[in-house]
């Protein structure tokens, strides 16, 4: 049954003389977690992320289903448990903030058995501390092109396998990476985790506009003083169309802000924060202020937002595509497939692809194209599941009217004293527990323990080169200052023979561009 598979079997995994180089975009949840895998299976990993550090902001994630199972196999769920938000109740309240109706966090979230839930920034800080020994960290960059390389006439027809330690065949044979600051790199593969609006997506197969389906509606999320004294809840204020809340999860001294509003599809810089504030400000002005209807906090919400430095704000919209990979570039997490937040999914999704998607780039005897395929062979059946539920969801998260509202009201203060409640709770979380086990995990072989950090770490073989020995301010360079944590990327334990970056850039095929 999913998510009740045993731990991945123990096992000899693909080795190369010179380890197979990854480079990831994205920082995040699916990068660093692929990051993990990849190298338990001896690949050379570099991840890229565009913030100068890790990003420790965000709101409280669920981990359910078979991505608890998937945590469990990569040695993080007792990270979880300890980090976990431990929420205790949810509550709506009216206008002046009395609590109308209480229900335990278990049903306002939809969690059954194992499930866990965590802060997106205490899950990336896991993850982030998981793997920094090993992978090359570069904060602070972003990949600015894609160049396909065309494959050496040693990997020609009869060739067994091909220099990237690869079976020969491929359509290239890696990817000459162009980057905004560092310089230029030749990698085996590229994966794009980079996101909603993924710069990798863009650069491989075009525009965003063409695979995202706005859902209706927009959220924002933030940190803010707790001045309701808040211990382990979340409090929801309803409004046609809007939807307000407020928690604070254990060990945590501020709160969280979090606003939703149905809207059409609205012309907003997805970076530029003062647009994005003034549309957060118009769908909520005037609400609470001056006896006006609304929950009394919603104006300090709103000045929170402002003066965050954590402040978040996108569509609801999900990654629709026909397929998540071109040659040796291929999409993992939201870049591939965003659900939206109203899936409740987006970071199980992310842990369980990265579990897929390294599992089958290092089974034996096949090339990366038959991986890729494999690999969305597996997952496409969980995202279809997934994004029916983000339909649902982000129909119901806003009442049209108040009578709306106040039937959900009522519903909510009987619901505790029904007899049959416990079925109505699971009633209530059967869609989002449909998608989080709509997958049933292949058990990948796996190395006994990972590979020593030097043992994986390629570098290339002339002087000087990028990321050699030798080249002042690269890793491990005798002339690179320590690296602080986590902005900038921790230097590697030693360095393996062979080259990371490559020759020269090839102008074998025409560069990834929109």
Request: glycine share 10%.
């Amino acid at each position: 049954m999913p998510g009740t598979d045993s731990s991945p079997r123990t096992g000899s995994s693909p080795r190369t003389t010179t380890p197979r180089t990854v480079l990831i975009s994205g920082a995040s949840i699916a990068g660093p977690a692929l990051a993990h895998w990849l190298h338990r299976y001896g690949f050379a990993v570099t991840v890229v992320e565009r913030a100068p550090a890790l990003r420790t902001g965000g709101y409280k994630v669920d981990i359910r289903g078979v991505a608890i199972e998937v945590a469990d196999r990569m040695g993080i769920l007792e990270d979880i448990r300890r980090a976990s938000t431990d929420m205790r109740s949810g509550a709506y309240v009216n206008d002046d903030g009395k609590r109308i109706a209480t229900l335990p966090a278990d049903i306002f979230g939809a969690r059954t058995d194992r499930d866990d839930e965590i802060m997106r920034g205490d899950l990336a800080r896991i993850l982030y501390e998981r793997t920094r020994a090993d992978v090359e960290y570069l904060f602070g960059d972003s990949i600015a092109s894609l160049t396909p390389v065309a494959p050496t006439a040693s990997a020609g027809p009869g060739a067994s396998t091909a220099p990237d330690g690869w079976r020969a065949g491929d359509d290239a044979a890696g990817v000459e990476v162009t980057f905004e600051h560092a310089a230029p790199r030749r990698f085996d593969l590229v994966v794009g985790a980079d996101g909603l609006h993924s710069t990798v997506r863009r650069l491989t197969f075009g525009p965003e506009e063409q695979f995202l389906r706005h859902l209706g509606g927009y959220i924002s999320a933030f940190s803010l003083p707790d001045d309701l004294g808040l211990d382990r809840e979340e409090l929801y204020h309803a409004q046609p169309g809007r939807l307000i809340c407020a928690y604070r999860s254990a060990g945590d001294p501020a709160a969280k802000g979090w606003l939703s509003f149905r809207s059409p599809r609205l012309s907003h810089d997805h970076r530029d924060r003062e647009q994005q504030l003034a549309l957060l400000e118009a769908a909520f002005a005037g609400m609470g202020a001056d006896g006006a209807r609304g929950w009394r906090e919603v104006p300090r919400l709103l000045a929170a937002a402002r003066a965050a430095d954590d402040f978040y704000f996108d569509g609801m919209q999900l990654i629709e595509m026909d397929r998540w990979s071109r040659g040796r570039v291929v999409l993992l997490g939201d870049a591939a497939h965003c659900a939206s937040p109203a899936s409740g999914q987006g970071t199980g999704m992310a842990l369980v692809g990265a579990y897929v998607l390294a599992g089958e780039l290092a089974a034996d005897g096949r090339g990366p194209a038959e991986a890729l395929r494999s690999y969305e062979a597996e997952m496409r059946g969980y995202v279809a599941v997934n994004h029916a539920v983000a339909r649902k969801f982000a129909r119901d998260m806003t009442a049209d009217t108040r009578r709306q509202i106040r039937f959900r009201h009522l519903m909510m203060r009987m619901l505790p004293h029904m007899p049959w409640k416990n079925l109505v709770a699971k009633k209530i979380a059967e869609g989002v527990q449909r998608g989080a086990n709509a997958i049933t995990l292949k058990d990948y072989p796996v190395p006994a323990a990972p590979l020593a950090s030097g043992a994986i770490r390629a570098v290339p073989t002339s002087p000087g080169s990028p990321g050699s020995p030798t080249s002042p301010g690269s890793p491990g360079s005798p002339t690179s200052p320590a690296s602080p944590a986590p902005s900038a990327s921790p230097a590697p334990n030693g360095a393996a023979d062979g080259a990371a970056a490559g020759p020269a850039p090839s102008a074998a095929g025409p560069t990834y561009a929109a």
